[in-house]
């Protein structure tokens, strides 16, 4: 085998040359393709990447086997829980529905879930309804976006992480 190689990519393209280790470390990482050529700087026939580097695409080889130690001693919590919701159901049913005709419908409760999406939709749709309230328009937004936040609190269960909330 010789120490340097030049490679030919899909297109056409040469570079190099490159020494062995360097091929392979190439090879490996992909910045050679498997189907293109490589000629040794000392011959002028090409032969395919992957003839002569056939092991470089596999990596490095995998590190041994560790022997069996003890067994971990971490437990996970009851459940299997790991994660922490970012509100409680508690806190956010209160949210929506104790400040009910202020604060609830300004979807504060959505944003402390972590539903940002749905809470600045909610806040639009109150500016809305302020903008609208003297032209009887404002009425209607008011008891759809009441009826939405009611209807939150009985089925938001997770928050937006999907990590059930705590009672």
Request: charged share 10%; proline share 9%; glycine share 10%.
């Amino acid at each position: 085998m010789s120490d340097q190689y030049f490679y030919r990519n899909t297109n056409g393209q040469e570079s190099g040359p490159y020494d062995v280790e360097e091929c392979r470390r190439m090879v490996s990482v992909g910045l050679i393709e498997m189907n293109g050529m490589v000629r040794a700087a000392d011959s002028e026939s090409w032969q395919l990447v992957g003839s002569v580097f056939q092991n470089a695409a596999a990596g490095p080889p995998p590190p041994p086997p560790q022997a069996p130690g003890p067994a971990p001693t971490s437990v996970s919590p009851p459940g299997g829980q790991t994660a922490k919701a970012s509100c409680t159901r508690t806190a956010y049913i209160l949210l929506a529905l104790l400040p009910g005709i202020f604060v609830g419908i300004y979807g504060i409760h959505n944003l402390i879930a972590g539903y940002t999406q749905k809470g600045i939709i909610q806040l639009v749709l109150s500016a809305v309804f302020w903008l609208t309230v003297w032209f009887c328009v404002g009425g209607l937004v008011y008891i759809g976006l009441l009826i939405w936040v009611i209807v939150e609190c009985f089925q938001v269960t997770v928050d937006a992480n999907n990590v059930p909330m705590a009672p």
